[in-house]
Structure formats: structure tokens, C-alpha cells
């Protein structure tokens, strides 16, 4: 026999003979890591027992004598002198339990008109509307951090890539502000949730409402809720703000691993395309040569961190039958970790990217390589000769095909050698083939040049400002 056998819950003891079996306590606490939600569940009971008290249903002095003894509390959580029962569950119960403690009698009361149902809801409600807000505001810095960096390089020449290999020359500028266009869809992603989530299921009690005359609205404003959810069954067994959470968080995080690997691709020897600080990179224990961009390989994996929390919660919640079930107990281990490490890599990529040193002349000189202003040639057949494009596109091939065979590139074919493909062909084509001129031409909304780019940086300095 365990101690755990011998004494019937003190909660719930009037109609249980022995208490719980040690490893149905083990399997069941959440107070290992629920307790992350005190200052959550001290600040919804603070709520409950004042609106017990203002709506009479429990006294004022007993209301005012709750609010005193979560607040001691919470001194105690946050003193680090509370001693956390697994014998009592979780979160809720260790402070129900403790505030009688302290205050005796009218602690009783605080369990008035609710449920541990709708008390998790709330309390988990909050912290994840907290965690949006520092996503929010982690997203900001990252954006700021990339637009510093297109606002210095708004027409430092590189190459674009599609399939990795070199498709056309393109701006820095406008490399760093496509980062910030899809960070900038995160963060409306966050703000989105946020607001859909921000209703009070404080009042839905176990899971039909509750007999006492509470005041849901005033629980509601207490906690800075829009207003009280409106059914009480799919409040307690809700958990879409922690599925819209971790979905924004993995498309997120999905983000900073691409332009992590990126960051992997161009801080190797071969590339040299940027310099990543030292604060960001570590050294071989064998190899004294190396920079290994430990941080940004790390921000590369952590994507699989955070969509395996997402998916671990989609598979808890599929198929739960309303309402509440103990199922829903293990949402919480998921986000919270879902959360730090997604708070963690915003930080991680915010410093990499405002530390880190793009090498302009190795992106310009690369840019030029690669046969990268082929379609610029094609266009100027179109636009000059007006050949249709097909033609053009073929022409250009050859030309290609020729200067590869040469073993140079396109500006280095004489005008002959260019007449062979085409007899058209005059000195002015010349003009066309160099990447500033490329990225120049390309003056369509949301394009690379310079002058494209600048627009757009000045709008995201409006915009973040
Ligand atoms: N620890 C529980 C959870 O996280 C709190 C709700 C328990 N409710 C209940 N009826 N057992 O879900």
C-alpha cells in the first residue's frame, strides 16, 4: 500500500473510500506543468470572487478576504516558497487548497458557481493570448531587422534563384523584404487569433452554466476579455486558440527555417554571399578553419519541434465527444513548448539577421555569372527587333549554348558572334546583358528595381514605425 491509498481526496472525498492508486496520481497531475499557469489562475479566481462578491452571492467580506489570500499566494508561487502538491492535481487545486489554508473558512467559497472546466479554459485562454502578444511583438523586431537590412543593400545586385540555380539577377533589398512581407502575414495571423480568442469562458461552470446569478460580463471585462463566450458546452470543451496558435506558429516557424537554410547556403565557402557574426556562430573542436552557423542550422530544425506539438494537440482533440474530457489535460505540455522554442527562434533569427554582413561584391560578382541576363537578351529581341517571344526565347538559347561552349558569359560574345544567332542584332544589345541594368528594368509593381524596392521600404518603415 501506497500513502496515496490510504487517504480519500480531500476534494472530493465524501463519496471515495481510498485515495488514488501512486501511479494514477503520477498519470494524472498536471501540476508538473500546469503550474506555468499561476499567475493565470490567480488572476481568473481574483475575477470569480469578486464577482461573487459584487452579485451577492457570496459576502463582500468573504470576496475581499479570497482577493487578499490569492494575493499572498502569489507571493508565495512567485517567492518560490510554494510547495507545488502532486497529491492535488494540478494548478487550480494546489491554490484553491493553499488560499483555504491562509484565509480558513471563506476559501471555501471560492469554488462557488464554477468548475475546474471552465477555469482551465480560462486560465489557458489567457496565457495563450499572452504568448500571441510576445509573438506579436518578436515578429515586430525580426521585421525591423530585415528592413534595416534591405534599406542599406535596397540595390546591391545578387543572384535569384528558383530550383537553386541562377534564374535572374535580383536586388538585396528586395531579397530581405520578401522575409518581411511573409513575417508580416505571421504576425496578422497572431493579431487575428488573438482577437477571435479574446472571449471569457469563465461562468460556462462544469459545462450547462450555473443556477447562481454570476455575472459573466463583469468576469469578462476583469480579465480583459471582449465579452463572455456564448455557449456554455463549447466553452469548456473548446480549444481552437491553442490549434490557431500552434498553426500560426508553425507556418511561422516554417518561415524562419527557409531563410535559415538559407543563411546555412550562403555563409559557406563556396557561396560567401554573408558574413554571420561571431555571436552566432561556433567554432570545430578538430577543424580550425570553420564557422558553423550552429544557430541558424538549429532554427532550420526547430520547425519540427513546433508542427509536432501542432499535430500531437489536432490528434488530442480529434474525435473528443463535447464536452470536457481529460484528454484536453495534455494540450498544455505541447503549446508551452511550442511556444518557448518559438520565442526563442524569433529572438535567435532576430539577432543573426541584424548582425550578419552581406559580402556585395561577391553578390554582384556572382550575379553576373550563370548566364543570369538571358532573358533580358529575349526581351530585348522582342522589344527591339519584335521577334514574338518563343522565337526570341530560342535565339537566346543558342546564344547560351555558344558562350557555354566558349566557356564565358553573354556580355563577352562579340557583336559577330551574336549576329551569327540573329543578323539583327546591333551594339545596343550590350546594354541589356549587365545585372544593373537587369535589375533596373524591372519597374512592375512589386518588382526588383531599385526604385521598386525603395517604395516598398518606405511603406514597411511607415508601417513598423
Ligand atoms: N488539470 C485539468 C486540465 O488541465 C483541469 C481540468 C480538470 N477538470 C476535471 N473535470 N477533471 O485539463
Known sequence: M???????????????????????????????????????????????????????????????????????????IKAGKFAFRTDLEDIHLNIETRVTQIIGEPGKRLHTARSRNDQVATDFRLWVRDQCDAAIQGLTVLMTAFLKQADQGADWVMPGFTHLQTAQPVTWGHHMLAYVEMLSRDRSRFVDARKRMNECPLGAAALAGTSYPIDRHMTAAALGFDRPTANSLDSVSDRDFALEFLSASSICAMHLSRFAEELVIWSSAQFRFIRLSDKWTTGSSIMPQKRNPDAAELLRAKLGRILGATVALFTVMKGLALTYSKDMQEDKEQVFDAADTLMLSLAAMSGMVADMTANRDVLEASAATGFSTATDLADWLVRALGLPFREAHHVTGALVALAEAKGCDLPDLSLSELTSAHPGITQEVYSVLGVQNSVRSRQSYGGTAPDQVRAQIARWQADLA
Open 2 to 76: 501506497t500513502s496515496s491509498d490510504t487517504q480519500a481526496n480531500t476534494m472530493w472525498g465524501g463519496r471515495f473510500a481510498s485515495g488514488p492508486d501512486a501511479i494514477m496520481t503520477a498519470i494524472n497531475a498536471s501540476i508538473g506543468f500546469d503550474q506555468r499557469l499561476y499567475a493565470q489562475d490567480i488572476a481568473g479566481s481574483r475575477a470569480h470572487a469578486a464577482m461573487l462578491g459584487a452579485t451577492g452571492i457570496i459576502t463582500p467580506s468573504d470576496a475581499a478576504a479570497i482577493g487578499e489570500g490569492l494575493l499572498t499566494v502569489l507571493s508565495e
